[in-house]
């Protein structure tokens, strides 16, 4: 027997032996077994994804106090610690093996010294804890899309929370050949006071790409820890520009147009940008909120839904702006809540359109109105990060795609940020290159809670992926001029802005418009209506918009609403060209020549149409195209 088995024998039960024995894969073998040397759990728990062991990790991480339950007997919160709300990306490293880079964009270390870090940080990890083996699978089973993925952890509420996000794998694992290609994630909480990680100022992430291995320590936030989110995208995207595919921080969509016809669309927001409140928009079927991959299948680009549940921000999602959320959170579909105030069993949360009670409970321990942290500031109800997990099974708007393993064909790719004072509410690039480098390559958005630091700063977020991405800059933009070129009649690209603001620092648009962009795109789609061609993409007629407005929200669109919210802005557009060409110029190598080419021309486009019409050009001076 070898050094792999002889650490399984000896460290497992029979039962947990067996369990894990039962996966031929070897490379599974080896990462338990290393994991056991590295962080010397008590115990080890292999979860065969039966409804005992499901159940045994719910229970347990109410029983270790990692979550609590709330009235509604199928819901539960679980709080991270005051410095643990959001994903630390300045912590969050690339492990490069010698001679390579990632550009300056991506955080990265030597890969020696920086598994050396890591593996001094992990050490003796999970003594007197129990270590969790959990196997899932990336996009559905037994289709091309799918990616086996090992999870361990020392958390509870993370094997939790992944059985609610991802489809389970252990029978998947099972028929795997001993050899495929695994990617495999070892999480620990490390010191824990009331089941809280202490450590956190040694926290971190370190992406080992060579050996398609995360490690995640010191931490429990989700977004640090749930190895299948956006610690596997980072993996993906490396395998997705190895295979020439996509792997994008995207929702996917079914928008329903006339007579009943679906048309899927993919959306890349930034974090807390409205990714799940497009998809969870009433009238359309949702099928993922921020994970797809894109390949082509049949010679059309498809997507599918990486996961199959929401790890949502909870903040302003009200009963009005937000009704199928809303009433998925009062139903007795499973929830965990997470950092939002507890008062007798009930979650509230920032912008929840109800009356806040004086005290509770919430991340910072018992809180009540005025009560301050360490450095004299005011401890919020609930967090501004605060969130819900639930698994998509069972909400009465999910598509019935969520499973297929083909995907669904993609009939649109819109791009969007939150950008007070540039983009018009929604438009259409002018053919996929245009979209891809104007829209997506351009995309600048203002930081959220979802990451630690400062909110409200403008960042450069390519398409919404840049948290994430794996591989140089340039390369990642030439991966996506050639996927959609090389393709017969690829998606219609759009670019879309729900965060425009007046002059006096008020938004322009409703939430809910966004349902009306959504419809207009669909029947772009299926080219049956017409558009106007501005210098930066083709804009919606008003007789369309307010005939979709008086559909779909029952509301009247006046000229008014319309010439403001789709005016030209020219200087804003400009200078936002001039940010991003330095972006491109100063340290990212193998930007594709096109992109410089193509920024040129809608330059020269802008700079014509101000000499015509001025700085800010409404919209009825351009001409229809079909
Ligand atoms: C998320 C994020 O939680 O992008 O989805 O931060
Ligand atoms: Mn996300």
Redesign the pocket.
């Known amino acids: 027997m070898n050094e792999v088995m002889t650490i399984l024998e000896s460290s497992l039960t029979d039962a947990n032996f067996r369990k894990l024995l039962a996966i031929p894969n070897r490379h599974v073998h080896e990462f338990v077994a290393n994991a056991i040397e590295l962080c010397e759990p008590m115990k080890v728990f292999v979860c065969d994804d039966s409804e005992m062991d499901t159940e045994y990790i719910r229970r347990t991480a109410i029983a270790r106090g990692e979550e609590t339950e709330l009235a509604v007997r199928t819901h539960t919160v679980h709080f991270d610690g005051m410095f643990d709300q959001a994903?630390d990306r300045e912590h969050t490293i690339y492990l490069v093996p010698k001679g390579e880079t990632l550009g300056k964009h991506l955080m990265q270390t030597d890969r020696e010294r920086g598994l050396k870090l890591t593996k001094d940080r992990l050490r003796g990890s999970m003594r007197n804890k129990k270590m969790i083996v959990r196997f899932f699978c990336l996009g559905p089973i037994d289709s091309v899309f799918s990616i086996p993925c090992v999870q361990i952890t020392d958390s509870f509420y993370v094997a939790h929370s992944a059985d609610l996000l991802y489809r389970h794998g252990y029978n998947f694992f099972r028929r795997l050949p001993e050899d495929s290609e695994v990617f495999r994630m070892l999480h620990s909480s490390g010191k824990l006071m009331h089941s809280v990680s202490i450590d956190w100022k040694r926290r971190g992430v370190a992406i080992d790409y060579r050996e398609n291995t995360v490690y995640s320590y010191n931490t429990q936030y989700?977004?640090n820890t749930i190895g299948l989110?956006?610690l596997a995208l980072r993996l993906a995207i490396r395998k997705a520009s190895r295979e020439g595919w996509l792997a994008e921080?995207m929702f996917l969509m079914a928008v329903h147009g006339p007579n009943g016809r679906k048309t899927y669309m993919t959306g890349a927001f930034p974090?807390?940008c409205g990714k799940t409140s497009t998809s969870m928009i009433p009238g359309a079927t949702i099928v993922g909120d921020?994970l797809a991959y894109l390949r082509k299948v049949y010679g059309k680009i498809r997507a599918v839904n990486v996961e199959k549940g929401i790890?949502g921000i909870i903040r302003s999602v009200n009963e009005k702006d937000d009704p199928v959320i809303w009433d998925v959170l009062q139903s007795e579909h499973p929830v965990i809540f997470s950092n939002v105030l507890i008062n007798d069993g009930v979650p509230y949360w920032i912008g929840d359109g109800r009356e806040p009670p004086k005290r509770g409970i919430n991340f910072s321990g018992e809180w009540f109105e005025g009560k301050k942290d360490e450095s004299g500031e005011e401890i919020p109800p609930a967090h501004k990060n605060a969130?819900y997990t639930i698994a998509l099974d069972g909400l009465s708007n999910l598509d019935e795609t969520l499973d297929d393993v083909d995907g669904v064909k993609v009939g649109a790719v819109i791009y969007g940020g939150r950008d007070t004072d540039t983009w018009v509410p929604v438009q259409e690039s002018f053919d996929w290159a245009h979209g891809v480098i104007t829209m997506g390559a351009s995309l600048e958005s203002e930081s959220t809670a979802?990451?630690l630091g400062p909110s409200g700063v403008r960042l450069f977020q390519p398409f919404s992926n840049m948290?994430f991405l794996s591989i140089p800059l340039g390369r990642y933009i030439s991966n996506h001029l050639r996927f959609g070129e090389a393709t017969e009649a690829p998606p219609k690209v759009f670019g879309v802005n729900y965060f425009l603001k007046d002059s006096n620092g008020n938004f322009i648009t409703d939430k809910l418009d966004k349902r009306v962009w959504l419809q207009w795109m669909e029947l772009r789609v299926h080219g049956e209506v017409s558009a106007m061609k501005a210098p930066t993409g083709l804009l919606p007629w008003f007789d369309d918009l307010q005939r979709l407005f008086r559909r779909y929200l029952n509301k009247e669109y006046t000229m008014e609403d319309y010439l403001t919210q789709f005016e030209t802005r020219v200087p804003e557009l400009i200078s936002k060209i001039n940010r991003i060409e330095n972006e491109y110029r100063e340290g990212v190598t193998d930007v594709p020549a096109l992109l410089f080419s193509i920024l040129e021309e809608q330059r020269e486009m802008l700079l014509a149409a101000q000499r015509e019409h001025g700085d800010c050009i409404p919209p009825t001076v351009y001409d229809e195209i079909h």
Request: hydrophobic share 20%; no cysteine.
């Open positions: 994903r989700a977004g989110k956006k921080h974090s807390g921020d790890f969130r979802a990451t948290d």
